[in-house]
């Protein structure tokens, strides 16, 4: 007999109430393939993008990038895992909102003992993207001690990761959040300000923290709200790092403004260029694994839900009342 598994997918693009519980066969692993069983999978903002069909991808769609579990059975040439290994992941095409599942082994690296599931399915996504940004994705010259960087929604899931990881790295990270609570929160994870950008103009507190010059890098995941104001935050040669669209799609750019404010640099980049292969891919999660083994980075599990409930998850996520990461419980 087959194995079975329980997985959200999506037959329509649509709100939360897309999501529907199927049962569906899972087959052996092929050829560089491995499959795992999932004990916790993240919930990110991507999953909604997704759902929505801001990201398209071919449906029936079962939605989710992000795991950790054990490994089941592995497909032929697969040899840097073996049944039994505690693995995570983030990937894509989506499918991890289920309990087991068949996958690219590419993807897949063990999992440290001393991390728990809980916390390797929150942290793999947003954790791996905050490594990419900070570390890979800097002004010219590189970011240094005391450079002072923007970072958008920082009491989110990736933003209480990238708090925590500039401080360790000595940089003065300026944090926006919507809400004194979540400010407060910002700053207990190593932001040096916070800026309610609901109630406060955060270019003019930019300015006036960094004493009028601006900020080297701004990483900015709202889009359609921030992006004017997040060029408008840099000093000159300064790095736009435009990585996501909270509050919807950036519109189409005039790159001129790009001379007018500066000779600024404006990228628009995605993990999964990083983890294309399974060597960055290591090298990338062994720096994360590092960073929460020594302490410098907790990851801030605030959420919990059944499997079933994902779309109540999704629901909390797109209206803004969570901080820090969401898992899924299958
Ligand atoms: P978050 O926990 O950060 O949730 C999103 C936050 O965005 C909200 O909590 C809210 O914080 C803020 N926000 C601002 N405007 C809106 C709006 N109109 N609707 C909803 N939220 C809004 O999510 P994640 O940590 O999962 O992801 C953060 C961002 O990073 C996402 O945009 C995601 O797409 C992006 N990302 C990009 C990757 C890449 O490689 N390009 C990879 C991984 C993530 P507040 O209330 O404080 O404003």
């Known amino acids: ?195 309610d950008y609901r109630s406060e103009d955060f270019v003019a507190r930019v300015r006036e923290i960094t004493g009028g010059r601006g900020v080297r890098a701004v990483y900015d995941s709202i889009g359609q709200d921030t992006f004017e104001g997040s060029l408008d935050c840099l000093e000159p040669f300064g790095l736009m790092a435009s990585f996501g669209n909270a509050s919807g799609p950036v519109p189409p750019v005039n790159l001129g403004v790009l001379a007018a404010k500066g000779s600024l640099h404006l990228t628009r980049p995605t993990l999964f260029t990083h983890l294309a292969t399974r060597e960055s891919t290591q090298a990338m999660a062994d720096d994360l694994f590092a960073r929460v083994s020594s302490g410098e980075v907790r990851i801030p599990v605030s959420r919990r839900y059944a499997l079933a409930d994902a779309a109540q998850a999704h629901a909390d996520l797109a209206s803004r009342v969570t901080t820090g990461c969401l898992v899924l419980l299958p």
């Open 1 to 195: 007999m087959p194995a079975m598994t329980r997985a959200l997918q999506i037959r329509q693009f649509g709100g939360p109430e897309a999501m529907q519980l199927v049962e569906l066969e899972v087959g052996e692993p092929g050829p560089g393939e491995v499959c795992i069983r999932h004990h916790a999978v993240g919930v990110n903002f991507i999953d909604i993008y997704q759902r929505t069909g801001l990201y398209a991808n071919p449906l029936p769609l079962t939605l989710g990038m992000e795991g950790a579990g054990v490994v089941e059975a592995v497909g032929a040439g697969v040899t840097h895992l073996q049944p039994g290994d505690r693995v995570a992941y983030a990937s894509q095409p989506p499918g991890s909102y289920c309990e087991l599942r068949v996958m690219p082994a590419r993807s897949v690296v063990v999992l440290p003992d001393g991390i728990d599931f809980e916390t390797g399915a929150a942290m793999m996504l947003k954790g791996l993207t905050v490594q990419y940004l900070l570390r890979r994705t800097q002004p010219q010259g590189g970011l240094q001690p005391g450079d002072f960087v923007l970072w958008h929604a920082a009491a989110g899931g990736v933003g209480l990761i990238a708090c925590q990881w500039a401080r360790a790295l000595g940089l003065r990270l300026i944090g926006t959040a919507g809400g004194a609570e979540k400010c407060g929160l910002a700053l207990a994870h190593g932001a040096e300000f916070a800026i």
